[in-house]
């Protein structure tokens, strides 16, 4: 059969979603930052809510996510998304509100706005790419960089005596009761970019079904900051990085998951 | 029938808000300002109106609340007092440089560090040349009453509309502290009616979405937008000059102060006159824009001018620089939460102006 | 039984050649081109094409939402 029979608009079984814009992302090659872009653009896609959607873009390297996604957001302060979120949804209750933010922003600087709004109950959805390092800025350690992992800030390694543990906010946040549905995922592969978009589906029904807040963190690679390749760099995340952040849901329907 | 109430200037810009139709509150408790926050929770306006009304975890995210709402179109508003607005200050450069409107209310307290809880006007710098970073300016109003305290939020929400800006009322712990007479007004409805040119309402079908942003990484766009700004401000300084005058029609000195110290200066004119001393007083309603026309039309004919502040001397810079040379221009002020008597204001007026 | 045919459309200009993709593939389809498009990318592109039963892997995968995928169901 020719390629041609086989391109034909019948056939398409899978395209970019008109949700993302055209722009070319501004990420590096291989980021997981514009899959799970995409996912998340699809799950308001497939939900039918663009129309009552309001995104969070956060100071990072997702700073632009705005320019991708297509609809009506506004960008935070370094940190400060899940205040904004609270600002927006306060004033439209009943619409879709969701931060987008990286490890430095929700683990760092905006550690008091992330609990804070998880603790309220806040009804809004955190999509949370933990990279385990300050991508943006040039790759310095992150509170969520792993023990003895090499960042610019940390070159002989993260000492845990000196520079602190890394932190599991998605655990900790799990904890509140203000959260109703908590998931750690990733999008390095074809099965986990689908688990993924599952979860961030079931973020944004539970976030519609007004059950506080809900939150999809999402292990990423940043094989600039890590200085891999960027299929290297999902190796060293799989090998690394999921031990000590095990993907699966933390939290559903209120309820803490056991097996974690 | 007239709807008159004895309130603390603290209540009064609270329910000042309530009735211009704000949409949300979000503030974090700090003296002397706490009663703003609590008296709108004793209201619960969420019945009265429908204003929400949040207790944030800190200024810093009370501020990036209010900047979250008001990217909605809302009216909405925070206050503080100075540590509070020193908190603020990246949410106040972001709401300036992304063009969202909100009141914000500084009830000053004497600095610097945690200072003391007692009344100040020190914050005067930090409210009309910025304060955060960046070239921004915020519209500031400086209420002189509790009445005032309740107009304001009228005022102060207005212009933020027209503007797209963010407006501060610069007040102080006396007047938002103390109780006078207060004149209410009708409750205004809550808008309901978004601009879709900026707010965040959701894309509607088959339009474009909106993003609200402060940042671009265009250097020449961000020049444009600085311009932009820059023209707006113009505007804003061309347009929403507001002053009082007294008793400078057959005045040979005059008293430039705002606020709580415009009330001091009133009672020193008072005590002068009856000494034979003619002074006359110009109260700036907006220190920024600044009053600087009318004040360097009545300063040829004075023979000094007495800024005085509860500060070590800030908005006498903006005097010096409209009053112009060859008048004489003098400060006096008290710090740190001190409140100068009129005795002592008209004492450093003849100690700075006259007997020199 | 039903055999699936695919086949992949690769927005070359907008490919970052980051082999993502590539790792993604069950049947080996994808390759990295020796050629670099205007960004100065190796870019993707199917190099087994017989081979591609338009399970959408790659497209799912790919962080720049570049490929798009159809398919054909075949009866024997
Ligand atoms: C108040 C403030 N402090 C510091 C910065 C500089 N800064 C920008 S992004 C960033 C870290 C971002 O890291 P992360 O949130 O993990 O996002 P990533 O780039 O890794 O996706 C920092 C420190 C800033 N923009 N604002
Ligand atoms: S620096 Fe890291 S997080 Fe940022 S775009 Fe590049 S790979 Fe992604
Ligand atoms: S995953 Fe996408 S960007 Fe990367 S090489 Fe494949 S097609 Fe190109
Ligand atoms: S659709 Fe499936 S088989 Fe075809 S190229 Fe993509 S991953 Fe390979
Ligand atoms: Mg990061």
Redesign the pocket.
């Given at each position: 059969m020719d390629i041609k029979d086989i391109i034909k608009p019948e056939n398409l079984v899978y395209q970019k979603t008109p949700l993302m814009t055209d722009k070319t992302l501004s990420y590096c090659p291989g980021c997981g930052?514009g899959t799970a872009h995409r996912i998340v653009m699809e799950v308001i896609e497939e939900m039918g809510i663009q129309s009552e959607t309001i995104g969070v873009a956060?100071?990072?390297?997702?700073?632009l996510a705005y320019d991708f996604m297509n609809v009506d957001m506004v960008g935070a302060?370094?940190g400060r998304a899940p205040a904004v979120a609270t600002g927006i949804k306060r004033c439209w209750p009943e619409k879709f509100v969701y931060t987008y933010?990286?490890?430095?922003?929700?683990a760092a600087?905006g550690t008091a706005e992330t609990i804070h709004a998880a603790n309220r109950g806040e009804n809004i959805t955190i999509i949370f790419?933990n990279?385990g390092?300050?991508?943006?800025?040039g790759g310095q350690m992150?509170p969520t960089t792993l023990e003895g992992m090499k960042t610019s800030t940390s070159p002989y390694g993260r000492d845990l005596k000196s520079m602190g543990n890394p932190l599991k906010m998605t655990e900790l946040l799990a904890q509140l009761p203000g959260t109703c549905y908590v998931s750690r995922q990733s999008v390095h592969s074809p099965r986990n970019v689908r688990r993924a978009k599952k979860a961030i589906r079931a973020a944004f029904e539970s976030q519609k079904a007004n059950k506080g807040l809900s939150l999809v963190e999402i292990v990423s690679n940043?094989n600039s900051?890590w200085k891999m390749e960027p299929v290297a760099s999902n190796e060293w995340m799989v090998e690394h990085m999921f031990p000590f952040y095990p993907l699966g849901d933390l939290k559903v329907d209120g309820k803490l998951v056991n097996n974690q | 029938m007239k709807e008159l109430r004895l309130m603390k200037g603290n209540e009064a810009v609270a329910e000042g808000a309530i009735r211009a139709g704000a949409d949300g509150y979000f503030g974090y408790p700090i003296t002397p300002q706490s009663e703003v926050m609590e008296y709108l929770m004793a209201q619960q306006p969420e019945k009265r109106t429908g204003m929400v009304v949040l207790q944030a975890e800190s200024e810093v995210a009370a501020i990036n609340m209010v900047y979250g709402a008001a990217s909605t179109g809302k009216r909405v508003m925070t206050s503080s007092s100075s540590p509070g607005i020193s908190l603020m200050q990246?949410g106040i450069s972001y709401l300036a440089g992304a063009e969202l409107p909100c009141l914000l209310l500084n009830v000053a307290r004497g600095g610097p560090g945690l200072g003391t809880i007692q009344p100040s006007q020190a914050d005067y710098f930090q409210s009309v040349k910025g304060g955060g970073h960046g070239d921004y300016q915020l519209i500031v109003l400086a209420p002189s009453s509790v009445q005032e305290m309740f107009d304001f939020a009228f005022l102060g929400f207005d212009l933020a509309f027209k503007y797209r800006n963010p407006v501060l009322m610069l007040s102080d712990g006396l007047i938002g502290q103390m109780m006078e007479k207060v004149e209410l007004c009708e409750q205004l409805p809550r808008v309901t009616h978004f601009d879709r040119s900026w707010t965040l309402t959701g894309k509607p079908d088959g339009q474009e979405r909106n993003i609200v942003t402060s940042l671009d990484l265009d250097a020449s766009r961000q020049e444009i937008h600085n311009q932009h700004l820059q023209e707006k401000y113009r505007q804003c300084k061309e347009n929403e000059v507001r002053f009082e005058l007294l008793n400078t029609d057959d005045a040979e000195y005059l008293f430039v102060a705002y606020g709580s110290s415009a009330r001091i200066c009133q009672k020193a004119i008072q005590l002068g006159r009856e000494e034979g001393i003619k002074i006359g007083l110009l109260r700036p309603i907006t220190l920024w824009p600044f009053p600087a026309k009318p004040l360097s039309e009545l300063a040829p004919r004075m023979k000094g001018i007495l800024s005085v502040e509860q500060s070590a001397g800030q908005m006498v810079e903006d005097v010096r620089l409209s009053a112009g040379c060859g008048v004489h221009i003098e400060h006096y002020g008290r710090m740190g939460g001190m409140i100068p008597t009129p005795e002592q204001v008209l004492e450093n007026l003849k100690k700075l102006l006259i007997t020199k | 039984m039903a055999k699936m045919k695919g086949a992949i459309v690769v927005d070359i200009e907008k490919c970052k050649g980051c082999e993502v993709c590539r790792v993604a593939c069950p049947n080996d389809v994808i390759a990295i081109a020796q050629e670099v498009n205007h960004k100065g990318y190796h870019y993707a592109y199917q190099e087994h094409q017989e081979n591609c039963v338009g399970c959408a892997n790659c497209a799912v995968v790919c962080p720049d939402g570049v490929i798009t995928v159809y398919k054909v169901k075949l009866s024997d």
């Amino acid at each position: 059969m020719d390629i041609k029979d086989i391109i034909k608009p019948e056939n398409l079984v899978y395209q970019k979603t008109p949700l993302m814009t055209d722009k070319t992302l501004s990420y590096c090659p291989g980021c997981g930052h514009g899959t799970a872009h995409r996912i998340v653009m699809e799950v308001i896609e497939e939900m039918g809510i663009q129309s009552e959607t309001i995104g969070v873009a956060p100071v990072g390297c997702s700073v632009l996510a705005y320019d991708f996604m297509n609809v009506d957001m506004v960008g935070a302060s370094h940190g400060r998304a899940p205040a904004v979120a609270t600002g927006i949804k306060r004033c439209w209750p009943e619409k879709f509100v969701y931060t987008y933010q990286g490890d430095g922003d929700l683990a760092a600087i905006g550690t008091a706005e992330t609990i804070h709004a998880a603790n309220r109950g806040e009804n809004i959805t955190i999509i949370f790419i933990n990279n385990g390092i300050y991508g943006m800025t040039g790759g310095q350690m992150a509170p969520t960089t792993l023990e003895g992992m090499k960042t610019s800030t940390s070159p002989y390694g993260r000492d845990l005596k000196s520079m602190g543990n890394p932190l599991k906010m998605t655990e900790l946040l799990a904890q509140l009761p203000g959260t109703c549905y908590v998931s750690r995922q990733s999008v390095h592969s074809p099965r986990n970019v689908r688990r993924a978009k599952k979860a961030i589906r079931a973020a944004f029904e539970s976030q519609k079904a007004n059950k506080g807040l809900s939150l999809v963190e999402i292990v990423s690679n940043c094989n600039s900051g890590w200085k891999m390749e960027p299929v290297a760099s999902n190796e060293w995340m799989v090998e690394h990085m999921f031990p000590f952040y095990p993907l699966g849901d933390l939290k559903v329907d209120g309820k803490l998951v056991n097996n974690q | 029938m007239k709807e008159l109430r004895l309130m603390k200037g603290n209540e009064a810009v609270a329910e000042g808000a309530i009735r211009a139709g704000a949409d949300g509150y979000f503030g974090y408790p700090i003296t002397p300002q706490s009663e703003v926050m609590e008296y709108l929770m004793a209201q619960q306006p969420e019945k009265r109106t429908g204003m929400v009304v949040l207790q944030a975890e800190s200024e810093v995210a009370a501020i990036n609340m209010v900047y979250g709402a008001a990217s909605t179109g809302k009216r909405v508003m925070t206050s503080s007092s100075s540590p509070g607005i020193s908190l603020m200050q990246e949410g106040i450069s972001y709401l300036a440089g992304a063009e969202l409107p909100c009141l914000l209310l500084n009830v000053a307290r004497g600095g610097p560090g945690l200072g003391t809880i007692q009344p100040s006007q020190a914050d005067y710098f930090q409210s009309v040349k910025g304060g955060g970073h960046g070239d921004y300016q915020l519209i500031v109003l400086a209420p002189s009453s509790v009445q005032e305290m309740f107009d304001f939020a009228f005022l102060g929400f207005d212009l933020a509309f027209k503007y797209r800006n963010p407006v501060l009322m610069l007040s102080d712990g006396l007047i938002g502290q103390m109780m006078e007479k207060v004149e209410l007004c009708e409750q205004l409805p809550r808008v309901t009616h978004f601009d879709r040119s900026w707010t965040l309402t959701g894309k509607p079908d088959g339009q474009e979405r909106n993003i609200v942003t402060s940042l671009d990484l265009d250097a020449s766009r961000q020049e444009i937008h600085n311009q932009h700004l820059q023209e707006k401000y113009r505007q804003c300084k061309e347009n929403e000059v507001r002053f009082e005058l007294l008793n400078t029609d057959d005045a040979e000195y005059l008293f430039v102060a705002y606020g709580s110290s415009a009330r001091i200066c009133q009672k020193a004119i008072q005590l002068g006159r009856e000494e034979g001393i003619k002074i006359g007083l110009l109260r700036p309603i907006t220190l920024w824009p600044f009053p600087a026309k009318p004040l360097s039309e009545l300063a040829p004919r004075m023979k000094g001018i007495l800024s005085v502040e509860q500060s070590a001397g800030q908005m006498v810079e903006d005097v010096r620089l409209s009053a112009g040379c060859g008048v004489h221009i003098e400060h006096y002020g008290r710090m740190g939460g001190m409140i100068p008597t009129p005795e002592q204001v008209l004492e450093n007026l003849k100690k700075l102006l006259i007997t020199k | 039984m039903a055999k699936m045919k695919g086949a992949i459309v690769v927005d070359i200009e907008k490919c970052k050649g980051c082999e993502v993709c590539r790792v993604a593939c069950p049947n080996d389809v994808i390759a990295i081109a020796q050629e670099v498009n205007h960004k100065g990318y190796h870019y993707a592109y199917q190099e087994h094409q017989e081979n591609c039963v338009g399970c959408a892997n790659c497209a799912v995968v790919c962080p720049d939402g570049v490929i798009t995928v159809y398919k054909v169901k075949l009866s024997d």
